[in-house]
């Protein structure tokens, strides 16, 4: 057995995507444990860019099984896309290369629905969600009025839970959100249509991941989003309705605690987020104009400019105790270049006393002023170091820092979105 958890270590977007596509290479099977398609994984390969948002980052690897497992919530047009876009490209030319829970629940129209009619009546107070229909997808798994992946696979079973949940939300998309109803027959209709297309990849992944562990494969367990957008550890209610933490990779995918032998968090050398919510190291100036620029800081889902800060380490040493991180994988190195001094937290103030964690209370994390420690930048471009002795003496400082701070090794440092721009310091499995 050798595993390995790779989760986002501040508010997403930290390069999840190249790290896991960059480690797959070693992995035999790939698996994505929660969320859906509010994700985005930015995959780059001999200069051609690929964006997934649902199917694991082993997709671009042909002899990888990727498991989109029971913790996701699953939009069957965005899967059946995606899939055929890749294939257009060349890639995912085996049905086999991706297997789906039937446990995974579904996203339906109605859940987008009530996900945007949402966010319109919450006005200035809005989350900022992507729109997918994620929370409401998540909420019906919670009432019991979802549908699974595997009710794709059974029509009359599948007519019943449709009509029996259009009863509630077609009330409330026309009494409430004022659109107009759904038609279930139409819903139906278009929800067999994907289970044909689908039907070759479902099945109970549990057994098919099981047996994996059993024989000694080395498997990667994809987080997306990250820790602070977990619904319990996030900076609720400004997250995403699904548990962001490594211990979800169990739940999620269905493998028991002793299964996970470490954890990587995912960690931008700087900090952004996307949506609304506090941000204490927030450059609202030109400083994170500049970071949003050369970072290229766009939301890959949403195409949203990315609110761009210094890096946090309060934030990042939350991220260590909560997915009991044995290693760091250090994104967007480059960067930083040329950005001179350069300003870390390292603690908050809030009403005039220190604090060294985040609190509960979202005002309150509102309120924190962070403490800074400023650290000398570097000007060389670090896109061509290949080793860690290759950086310049300030970067090296900047990487041995943040070790320090959090008492976790920097395992893996990127200095560029290419595979190849990335100096591995110990063995992932
Ligand atoms: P939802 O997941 O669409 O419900 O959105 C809830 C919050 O999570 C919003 O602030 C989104 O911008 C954020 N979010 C969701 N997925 C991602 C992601 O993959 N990266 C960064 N932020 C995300």
Not at 52 to 80: E, K, M, Q, R
Not at 251 to 272: D, F, H, L, M, Q
Not at 332 to 356: C, H, Q, R
Not at 364 to 372: A, D, L, N, T
Request: neutral net charge; glycine residues 12%; aromatic residues 6%.
């Amino acid at each position: 057995m050798s595993t390995l958890v790779i989760v986002g270590a501040q508010w997403g977007d930290e390069g999840k995507g190249k790290i896991v596509d960059l480690l797959t290479s070693r992995a035999d099977v790939v698996v994505r444990f929660q969320g859906g398609n509010n994700a985005g994984h930015t995959l780059k390969v001999a200069g051609e860019q690929i964006i997934v948002h649902l199917i694991p980052s082993g997709i671009l690897y042909p002899n990888i099984t990727n498991v989109i497992a029971n913790g996701l919530v699953v939009d069957p047009s965005v899967l059946i896309s995606e899939k055929a876009s890749l294939r257009e490209r060349g890639h995912f030319l085996k049905d086999s290369q991706l297997i789906v829970s039937d446990r995974a629940q579904v996203i339906m129209p109605y859940h987008k629905i009530i996900d945007q009619g949402r966010e319109d009546l919450l006005g200035n107070a809005k989350i900022g969600t992507t729109g997918r229909g994620i929370g409401p997808a998540y909420e019906d798994k919670a009432s019991r009025m979802g549908i699974r992946m595997g009710d794709l696979l059974r029509p009359s079973s599948l007519r019943d839970r449709i009509y029996n949940a259009m009863d509630e939300k077609n009330f409330l998309i026309e009494r409430r959100f004022k659109r107009p109803k759904l038609n279930p027959e139409e819903v139906v209709q278009e929800y067999l249509g994907y289970a044909e297309q689908l039907a070759p990849h479902i099945t109970d992944t549990t057994i098919v991941l099981q047996n994996f562990v059993r024989g000694g494969s080395h498997v990667l367990f994809e987080g997306a989003q990250g820790t602070l957008l977990d619904i319990d550890h996030g900076t609720y209610p400004f997250v995403t309705s699904s548990n962001v933490v490594a211990g979800n990779a169990c739940a999620g995918s269905g493998v028991g605690p002793n299964v996970i032998e470490k954890c990587w968090g995912v960690v931008k050398a700087y900090t952004t987020r996307v949506g609304e919510g506090a941000f204490p190291t927030e450059l609202a100036d030109g400083l994170g104009e500049e970071l949003r620029e050369k970072g290229g800081e766009y939301g890959a889902t949403t195409g949203r400019p990315r609110r761009c800060g210094w890096l946090d380490t309060v934030v990042l040493n939350h991220s260590v105790r909560l997915n009991g991180l044995t290693g760091i994988a250090l994104t967007k190195m480059d960067v930083l270049t040329g950005i001179s001094p350069l300003s870390v937290a390292i603690g908050y103030e809030l009403d005039g006393k220190p604090l060294d964690h985040i609190p509960s209370d979202i005002t309150e994390f509102g309120r924190v002023k962070p403490r800074y420690r400023e650290v000398k930048g570097w000007e060389e471009p670090l896109s061509d170091c290949r080793s860690f002795d290759d950086l310049p003496k300030s970067a090296r400082d900047y990487v041995e820092m943040i070790e320090h701070v959090s008492g976790v090794p920097v395992t893996l440092i990127s200095v560029g979105p290419a595979r190849e721009q990335s100096i591995l310091r110990r063995t992932p499995f």
